[in-house]
């Protein structure tokens, strides 16, 4: 599970404006080609963050995209859906 | 003199954007009302970057070394150094553009010191990282904004990871701020230094562990209270000694910016590691602190 595209997603809402656009304006099609697995790029579609997290995805990474408002997120959603997962170290 | 002060602050990336907003700034409306809601939060502790801009020009420093933790936008997971220098003639930022953050496009690096520093940490066999055409997170910027709002003073990043995976050891970032401070008095004895740093102490952001509508926690407030104390005393031994690898991975992905304190206080304890001020600000688990390297009345 290469959660490091999803991670590297996350990135890129912040520091690639183009990409930001595209997720903003079409999400699925923003995904098609950005090395996702079939249950990764569901689970970003969804903004099911509690799912990300829970295959390893980075919550500091993931935050940016309640930040930036993509994938549906917003701070009270990804706060409601992330505290339903169970912590785990972040190393 | 040489290293002649540290100090350490915070960096909430939309503390440049409230500071803005307090000062009167023209901002787009959408900017200006979400930095309206943020004020009273951060009323204090813009006030207090307000006031270390004071204390940063009383120390008259020609130089800044600033010890981050980089938010993974300098760096990536692909490949995050322990530690780095940053070697270059200029960079500029915030990379990560927080809310209402001016853009600093051209903020001078102070090249030979950074070359300095990173031959001299080789030689004292620290494996450090060098970087160059390299950008500045809000974790820099922020204090930066504030301190030195002209960028009219040189910086010379040193980057501990933070945020990026498995850290250094307290005791290591101890023995790099001690040997930066020993390379910096040995090779540039007519230099004003001020070792810069920043952070929280408890701070977990995205996971489980943040607070209900918020996209952050504190998850160890004891430890926060406990650091305080230790840096209020002034015992970086006991500090070192309790900030184990265990105790930063629990309070949470940030917590590890406590390295780059600890460092700075290796950089200044030369004469005295008890802080000439210091502010606890508990709702963010961050503090503000300078130390002093000069002896009194110097």
């Not at chain 2, 020009?57 to 981050?68: R, S, Y």
């Not at chain 2, 003073?153 to 040193?158: F, G, H, M």
């Not at chain 2, 090779?187 to 408890?202: L, N, Q």
Request: with cysteine.
């Amino acid at each position: 599970m290469a959660v490091f595209d999803v991670d590297r997603v996350c990135w890129r809402i912040v520091h690639d404006p183009d990409f930001l656009l595209a997720v903003q304006n079409d999400p699925v099609a923003a995904t098609a080609d950005v090395g996702l697995s079939e249950q990764e790029r569901h689970l970003l579609l969804e903004g099911d963050v509690k799912g990300l997290y829970e295959l390893g995805v980075s919550g500091f990474l993931m935050e940016h995209l309640a930040n930036k408002r993509a994938f549906g997120l917003d701070w009270p959603t990804y706060s409601q859906r992330i505290r339903q997962a169970a912590w785990t170290p972040s190393w | 003199m040489s290293i002649v002060g540290g100090m350490h602050v915070a960096h909430i990336p939309v503390l440049p954007g409230v500071g803005e907003y307090l000062a009167g700034a023209e901002l787009p409306p959408p900017v200006a009302a979400a930095l309206e809601r943020m004020v009273e939060p951060m009323r204090r502790d813009v006030e207090l970057l307000i006031e270390m801009r004071e204390r940063f020009v009383a120390f008259g420093a020609d130089a800044i070394v600033f010890f981050d933790s980089d938010h993974l936008n300098t760096f990536f997971l692909d490949h995050v150094p322990s530690i780095a220098v940053g070697v270059d003639d200029t960079t500029s930022g915030p990379s990560d553009h927080p809310l209402g953050h001016p853009d600093h496009p051209s903020i001078p690096v102070d090249r030979a010191l950074a070359d300095t520093v990173h031959r001299g940490l080789i030689d004292r066999l620290f494996d450090v990282s060098r970087a160059q055409r390299f950008t500045l997170d809000h974790s820099m910027t922020v204090p930066l904004h504030y301190v030195t709002p002209d960028m009219d003073v040189p910086v010379v990043p040193v980057w501990i990871n933070g945020l990026g995976g498995v850290p250094i050891r307290s005791q290591r970032a101890l023995a790099l701020g001690r040997a930066v401070a020993e390379i910096i008095n040995e090779a540039a004895p007519e230099r004003r230094i001020v070792v810069m740093s920043s952070g929280a102490i408890s701070f977990d952001i995205g996971t489980p562990r943040v607070f209900p509508n918020a996209v952050f926690g504190i998850p160890d407030p004891e430890w926060v209270a406990r650091v305080g104390e230790l840096l209020i005393s002034g015992d970086v031994d006991q500090l070192v000694e309790e900030a184990t690898p265990d105790r930063l991975r629990d309070a949470g992905n940030a917590a590890a910016e406590l390295l780059d304190t600890i460092a700075l206080i290796g950089a200044v304890d030369g004469s005295g590691v008890r802080p000439e001020f210091f502010e606890l600000r508990e709702d963010h688990a961050h503090v503000f602190a300078v130390w002093s390297a000069e002896p009194e009345g110097a």
